[in-house]
């Protein structure tokens, strides 16, 4: 199952947002943000953070969830090798806010690639 999403693709450690964090590859736009880090892994982790102060209601912020998790599962081949954070800041329409998490999506790899690709290059010395 290609498209599955398991207990093993959503990020639940601090440790595992702080290196996402700390990596600064942002994506997205209005009231939300999209982080990017590489993971070593074979497959596309998620991280959500929808805060009650932008959603008051469960049922709201599990909507939101849903749908940023379901966009992440059908693109989810696409991003192998990276984790990626959806961090709402401000209240959406719904579909503001799947466009905005696929573009978003789409920043943050080509950041992290473009990052990986500097890390690995040949380092130019000067002589």
Do not use: W
Not at 71 to 83: C, S, V
Not at 103 to 125: F, I, V
């Amino acid at each position: 199952m290609p498209f599955a999403f398991g207990r093993h693709k959503k990020m639940r450690k601090t440790d595992e947002f702080s290196s996402v964090f700390r990596f600064r590859c942002v994506g997205g736009g209005g009231g939300l943000s999209v982080l990017a880090a590489p993971n070593g892994l074979d497959y596309a982790r998620l991280g959500l953070i929808v805060p009650k102060r932008i959603i008051a209601t469960a049922v709201g912020r599990n909507r939101v969830k849903r749908l940023l998790r379901e966009n992440f599962r059908m693109r989810q081949d696409a991003l192998a090798g990276l984790d990626i954070i959806a961090q709402l800041k401000a209240a959406m329409a719904e579909d503001a806010l799947i466009e905005t998490f696929r573009a978003g999506m789409l920043q943050c790899k080509t950041c992290a690639e473009n990052r990986a690709r500097r890390a690995d290059g040949p380092t130019g010395s000067r002589t």
